[in-house]
Structure formats: C-alpha cells, structure tokens
Nanobody
C-alpha cells in the first residue's frame, strides 16, 4: 500500500510562489505515475498536473500552464509542484495521488492512492 504525504502549503500573496512536495512510501516500486489535484470549498476535485513514472511526460490543466511545474525525484520517492505567479483562484487543498501505469494518469478515478492534502491560500 502506497502512502503519500504532502507538504509545502501556506498563505501567500498574489504573484507569489510556493513549492509543494509529496513523499511516497510503502510499495512505491516502479511504474508509479503521480499527479496533483486540488479542491476548493464547495467545488469538485480538479486535475492540476500529472507526471509519468520516469518523469518523461508531463501534463497540465490549462488554468496552470506556464505558471506551475511538476517534477519528481525517484531516488527520493518524492514529487514536487513549483507554483509561480499564484492567483487567488488557486486557493484550494492540494492533493497528491499515485497509481500504477506506464503513461500519464489525468483522471481522478485512475488513482487508487491519495494523500491528505495541503492547504494553499492566495490573498489578493
């Protein structure tokens, strides 16, 4: 069973930056695709970004393209999300997800493993 723990959230002013981390443990192995989702109060969980198991392929939601960068260090079993030029509409709980596969997983129902989330708040 894969366990995921997010960190790095916080309160930042609009235009600022944050870097989120997701540490994986317990049966990580190979072919572990990972992704970031976010959920704002009263809204559905939405896709933010995903990365293939070897980091070769990345995908972003249109709303974050050009501002967010996903990466991973398999030697550390850790995935990152660098968030720049943050906007108030980026405010949400950000969740890390993982699932087996050789390709990008961009749908939330493709991920069996989830972290508890880290809060990101962006003030105007």
């Amino acid at each position: 069973q894969v366990q995921l723990v997010e960190s790095g959230g916080g309160l930042v002013q609009a235009g600022g930056s944050l870097r989120l981390s997701c540490a994986a443990s317990g049966g990580t192995g190979s072919n572990l695709a990972m992704g970031w989702f976010r959920q704002a109060p009263g809204k559905e969980r939405e896709f933010v970004s995903a990365i293939s198991w070897n980091g070769a392929t990345k995908e972003y939601a249109d709303s974050v393209k050009g501002r967010f960068t996903i990466s991973r260090e398999n030697a550390k079993n850790t995935m990152y999300l660098q968030m720049n030029s943050l906007k108030p509409e980026d405010t949400a709980v950000y969740l890390c997800a993982a699932g087996r596969g050789n390709r990008i997983l961009s749908q939330k129902n493709q991920y069996p493993h989830w972290g508890q989330g880290t809060q990101v708040a962006v003030s105007a």
